[in-house]
């Protein structure tokens, strides 16, 4: 998906410790595959993203669907494209911290995020903490950037990373005067090297850009080397993986097949559809048989057989919405509020056919991928449950499509044009990689278990007093029935 000329960096199973793990710069990586709509609507904001960070940080991709990488990308806990992952570097080489990437899929968001994440090992010095810090290793290389700002810029924190161990780095305020009339310093920004010992500052004097000032404080010391070089492979101490870790990678390939045929299959359902169009149109065209028996053209067709998705169960009452979705302790879940229709035996509009449809052979698909999805409802418009969440959440009395999260105390509206399978599976999808727009909770939506367990205890007794009352009545008229036939018999 990506050229060799894009500015992302393309990745593998093998070359990711040496590019991504044992970098010192923190990095971006996105796990996807070729297929993936998703992955190349987000490819231009990607690239525009890798573009803006050169040489302040590394914006990676892996192709989860090449063979050699599923492993790995499952071992990366992938189970959906695209997914963006951030690696910093940690306290000992090769083991870096890894966190999802939930901010926005922007090249702005991606920008920011990374700035933000870039290691700092620029040291803020004024007036009072000069002497100290020139002190500590008076014979190595220092850097000082005396600046008009107060926050230390990604340029200065890349420099720090790129010669770590080699060159410190400090930043001085204009306003610490006493440090800047030591130095003579008249014009800001200024960069000054101190290359140690004995040896006189050098002021730098070209572009605040960093090749050049690369090249400038490499006088004094050589940046690190990154990628980090290679390893010379020694056959003697190269191991066969031990029948556990087979198992592990085995395991690990398997989650991400899971997770991509989901995906895969999604993606093909458009050109499934188109293909099947194409076959019937080419159906009266003469074809050779493969076989020496041809069978007759009047001879009966077999009829394929169309698997029906089960429906997603209906919470009838209150108590059945409270305990399902309303709890303090409630994950994700996705429920359709359906118009009020005034009675059981009436037709819901097509919209809501139609969303209950496409959401129930969603849910059938990642079933039969044993793949585990958040519970989809649906609320009839009876349900006084429905009436009083669409007024907390300020929605319309007809159609509403909301996935909600009282424990984490989240909300969102599906707010698509069209209730087909392609648009709410996009929009299931997105609740999953977190893309979904999320708005907060009101307070009130969630509800105690023992107020739940009341609700359902007094629509016991509403129940059992009703079947009381009609046991009455079909006595009362049995008795009535029975004293009318006995005068009938005289």
């Not at 493969?290 to 001879?299: G, T």
């Not at 009966?300 to 009452?317: D, Q």
Request: net charge negative; charged share 25%.
């Amino acid at each position: 998906m990506y050229a060799k000329n894009s500015p992302v960096l393309q990745v593998d199973a093998k070359s990711y410790e040496r590019l991504i793990a044992r970098s010192n710069h923190t990095s971006m990586v996105e796990f996807y595959a070729p297929w993936c709509g998703h992955c190349r609507n987000l490819q231009p904001a990607y690239e525009k993203a890798a573009k803006n960070l050169a040489g302040l940080a590394k914006i990676a991709a892996v192709d989860c669907d090449e063979e050699g990488n599923k492993a790995f990308c499952g071992s990366m806990g992938v189970q959906g494209f695209p997914t963006l992952k951030i690696v910093q570097p940690g306290s000992k080489a090769g083991r870096p911290k890894v966190e999802d990437y939930q901010g926005p899929r922007t090249a702005k968001g991606i920008v920011d995020a990374m700035i933000e994440k870039i290691p700092n090992h620029v040291k803020r010095i004024g007036d009072k903490g000069l002497d100290g810090w020139l002190k500590q290793g008076n014979d190595t290389a220092k850097a000082i950037l005396f600046s008009s700002k107060g926050t230390t810029s990604a340029l200065l924190k890349s420099l720090a990373v790129d010669f770590l161990g080699g060159i410190s780095f400090a930043q001085v305020r204009d306003k610490d005067k006493a440090v800047v009339e030591v130095f003579g310093v008249s014009e800001f920004p200024t960069l000054m090297l101190l290359p140690g010992g004995t040896k006189e500052a050098v002021v730098y004097t070209g572009e605040m850009k960093k090749e050049p000032m690369v090249t400038f404080l490499a006088q004094a010391s050589p940046p690190n080397p990154d990628p980090a070089p290679k390893k010379a492979k020694d056959p003697k101490s190269e191991k066969k993986p031990s029948k556990k870790e087979q198992k592990k990678s085995a395991d690990a390939k398997s989650s991400l097949n899971d997770a991509s045929s989901i995906h895969a299959s999604s993606e093909a359902s458009e050109a499934a559809a188109s293909a099947t169009a194409i076959d019937l149109e080419d159906e009266g065209l003469p074809t050779e048989s493969p076989d020496a028996a041809v069978a007759p053209s009047d001879a009966p067709r077999p009829v394929p057989v169309a698997h029906v998705a089960p429906p997603i169960p209906k919470l009838e009452t209150l108590g059945e919405l409270q305990k399902a979705c309303l709890s303090p302790k409630s994950k994700t879940c996705v429920v359709v509020l359906l118009p009020a229709v005034g009675a059981p035996d009436v037709a819901q509009p097509e919209s809501a056919t139609a969303a209950l449809q496409s959401l129930a052979e969603i849910a059938e698909k990642f079933r039969q991928h044993n793949v585990k999805l958040f519970p989809l409802y649906a609320v009839p418009g009876e349900n006084v449950g429905s009436t009083s969440l669409r007024s907390s959440l300020k929605l319309t009395e007809g159609l509403e499509l909301v996935a909600m999260s009282t424990r984490r105390g989240w909300w969102t509206r599906f707010g698509g044009t069209g209730y087909g399978f392609e648009s709410l599976e996009s929009w299931i999808d997105a609740i999953r990689l977190g893309e979904a727009g999320k708005e907060k909770l009101p307070d009130g939506i969630a509800v105690e278990e023992s107020e739940v367990r009341e609700e359902e205890e007094e629509k016991k007794k509403r129940e059992e007093a009703e079947a009381e009352a009609g046991t009455q009545a079909e006595a009362k008229a049995e008795a009535e029935a029975e004293k009318t036939g006995g005068h009938d018999e005289l």
